[in-house]
């Protein structure tokens, strides 16, 4: 490492009052290199939790029956806000959240993943609710924070404590206001009193937040690290309840952000330790004769106590304490034995068939199926799919003075479908103007794309109001912005259109596509080239901005300008949410919701774009930068690798990122944990 690289630092400031120890803290930034460690073969010829392996048969059952874990890490905080933008944090998230899948036995779907925008204080306390409901007083949870925090002191002495989430909205003349504070961000006491309604027998609290102290009280656990044969300690330990405190530093400490190594001076020694070291845990040290393959965090917190200040140079210097005797166990996966799966049932009858019901605003509409006429809407059809899982029904529309509308839907064995198709009026021909116009005429406000039969609509040229006075500062200046007109798909692009993308270009392909293009996460969801079952008509998730940017450009298009995007999800209207009415209901948008809906699922804008509000965030082609808009500033450098605009919020965020105005800025490698999709724009002229 160069000396005196520069650095983003990140103060820790005297601990707030208010947090007793019913939880633990450790920075993100030790966890994810000791994992390293800690996920290296045990020594002796007992093999990785050798002794954990005994226990768990000695029990008749796993140490743990369940594992839980809530990560949050956020980068970037609203542009003007006294809460400055961080490196790492994120990617702190992430390495965690790969940590313990791969390494600790933690299930996939157990662990929750808020990133920026996601880690809204709604989000993060219901994310902590949630555990209360799922786990068992045999199990661990996991909490794990990267971010700001704040601290305030106390009218009637001491001080309290908050994470600072992502949708802060405090200036920086309100940082002292205990009232605003309070309102925008998550109070420490209130994290403590989830903590009190978790059942789990080992609770973990990971934080690594500046600008945020925690109280340090209780016996240290270091104390616990046993002198006598191990296996009857750990039983003790295993199965007794644990609640304590593990922090990176010393109040009034200094944690730094180095961008040599992506993260703090106290990882770099860990980090040199990536690489396995044949039949050795570095943190093993118990019994000192005779390691055992499994660390205890007594072990864990003497390793780091004696190797940080080494690795930072007496700069920081752990702390902890603990209350109750139990141990949280890091057991290497090899260590941990999988709960016996549940008696097989018998299966039920087979259903073979599914129900499609259309319906057509207005109503009495013919429907045509392969040709045949079914009858008029509203119409309930039945289909018998025999061996088939699924099968697609397209079916046609008609009814005079209206426009011919298509509809391709998906039905699985035993599935009932709704669907309810907006007609529009056809226009009667108007004559030719006197004088030249200025509008750009179409001869039809709706055509379909042939290389993914997405349907798209015609968005006028025009002027709008874009930004807003009521939103965060980057949405100011409100400012006049022009656009031409242009196609823009109705409906964002579905997992079936991009399973079709796929086969013909097979570099995009989760095997193929170059690591440099994403996260990790690319199409986390599917299997091999398979979108998830039950879910073609779903929008496509876990894309980066390239491989977003390479369908639009497969598809005849492009991805939209933050402008098109704004002006058209305002609906020509000046609407404040992409809706049906420019209101936010949950009849109109699917947001603070539990996971995506089939695209249309919603009425659609008055340009007849459907969910310009909620399911899923979506790409843009513009880079992240200030207002006001101007394409010819270098924002829509597609070479730039600076981060992208997402637009519109997803179906977990609140109703303030649903405005039509409301942008956030993304790395373009992201995938986005489900949450972000996208939609091609075609511009004027093109065939």
């Not at 530093?249 to 190594?261: K, M, N, S």
């Not at 106290?266 to 990536?274: H, P, Q, V």
């Not at 912005?481 to 692009?493: D, T």
């Not at 991805?559 to 209901?585: V, Y």
């Amino acid at each position: 490492m160069v000396k005196n690289a520069p650095l983003a630092v990140r103060r820790r400031q005297r601990p707030p009052v208010g947090w007793a120890p019913p939880t633990y803290w450790l920075s993100a930034c030790l966890l994810i290199p000791l994992a390293s460690v800690l996920a290296q073969p045990a020594g002796g010829q007992k093999g990785p939790g050798g002794v954990a392996v005994r226990l768990e048969q000695e029990l008749g059952k796993p140490i743990y029956q369940n594992s839980w874990a809530v990560l949050i890490g956020i980068n970037q905080y609203p542009i003007g806000s006294p809460f400055r933008r961080l490196n790492y944090a994120v990617n702190d998230a992430q390495k965690v959240r790969r940590l313990l899948v791969n390494h600790y036995a933690f299930p996939a779907e157990n662990v929750r993943v808020l990133l920026d925008g996601e880690a809204t204080k709604p989000s993060i306390l219901q994310a902590l609710t949630d555990l209360a409901d799922k786990c068992g007083a045999e199990d661990r949870v996991l909490v794990y924070f990267s971010g700001h925090g704040h601290t305030l002191p106390l009218p009637q002495g001491g001080q309290r404590g908050y994470l600072v989430p992502s949708d802060v909205t405090l200036k920086p003349a309100e940082v002292k206001l205990r009232g605003r504070v309070e309102q925008d961000c998550v109070p420490m006491t209130e994290l403590r009193q989830k903590a009190t309604l978790l059942a789990a027998r080992h609770v973990l609290f990971l934080m690594d937040a500046c600008y945020s102290g925690l109280a340090i009280s209780g016996k240290s656990f270091t104390a616990d690290l046993p002198q006598v044969h191990l296996p009857h300690y750990l039983k003790t330990s295993a199965l007794r309840r644990m609640l304590g405190i593990l922090t990176a530093g010393a109040a009034g400490e200094e944690a730094a952000e180095d961008p040599e190594i992506g993260h703090g001076f106290f990882t770099k020694k860990l980090l040199d330790a990536r690489e396995p070291v044949e039949s050795t845990i570095l943190a093993d040290t118990a019994p000192a004769r005779e390691p055992d393959g499994v660390v205890t965090l007594a072990e864990l917190a003497a390793y780091l106590i004696t190797e940080v200040p080494r690795a930072s140079r007496n700069r920081q210097h752990p702390q902890e304490a603990k209350e109750n005797e139990g141990q949280f166990l890091f057991i290497p996966t090899l260590a941990v034995t999988k709960p016996k799966p549940p008696p097989v049932t018998p299966p039920e009858p087979l259903v073979t068939t599914a129900t499609l019901t259309l319906a057509s605003n207005p109503p009495g509409a013919t429907v045509f199926i392969a040709d045949e006429e079914k009858g008029q809407t509203p119409l309930r059809l039945t289909f018998d799919l025999g061996a088939q899982r699924q099968t697609t029904v397209e079916a046609l529309l008609q009814r005079d003075g209206y426009q011919s509308k298509g509809e391709r839907v998906v039905l699985q064995r035993g599935q009932k479908v709704e669907r309810t198709i907006e007609l529009v009026k056809l226009e009667k021909a108007k004559p030719p103007p006197t004088k030249p116009s200025t509008i750009d005429h179409q001869p039809s406000s709706i055509r379909t794309n042939p290389t993914d039969d997405a349907e798209m609509v015609w968005i006028p040229p025009g002027q709008f109001k874009m930004g807003s006075e009521n939103g965060s500062d980057d949405e100011k200046p409100v400012h006049d912005q022009r656009v031409e007109g242009f196609w823009m798909y109705a409906k964002e692009v579905t997992n079936a259109q991009f399973q079709r993308f796929l086969k013909g270009n097979p570099q995009w392909q989760k095997e193929r596509i170059d690591r440099k293009l994403h996260d990790g996460d690319y199409l986390k969801d599917w299997t091999f080239n398979n979108c998830p079952e039950g879910k073609s008509e779903h929008p496509v998730v876990y894309v980066s901005w390239s491989a977003a940017k390479a369908y639009a450009e497969w598809a005849g298009g492009r991805l939209p300008t933050e402008a098109e995007w704004e002006c058209a999800a305002r609906g020509g209207k000046q609407f404040e949410h992409g809706t049906a009415t420019g209101e936010l209901t949950k009849e109109l948008a699917n947001y603070e919701g539990s996971g995506t809906k089939p695209v249309g699922s919603y009425r659609p804008n008055p340009f007849g774009l459907y969910d310009m509000a909620g399911n899923v965030w979506e790409w843009c082609s513009s880079l992240y930068k200030p207002y006001p808009y101007s394409a010819k500033d270098g924002r829509e450098d597609a070479q730039d690798s600076g981060s992208r605009v997402v637009r519109g919020g997803s179906w977990c965020n609140d109703g303030t990122r649903q405005r039509a105005a409301n942008r956030y800025g993304s790395s373009p490698v992201n995938c986005y944990y489900g949450l972000v999709g996208f939609r091609v724009v075609v511009s004027a002229g093109v065939r």
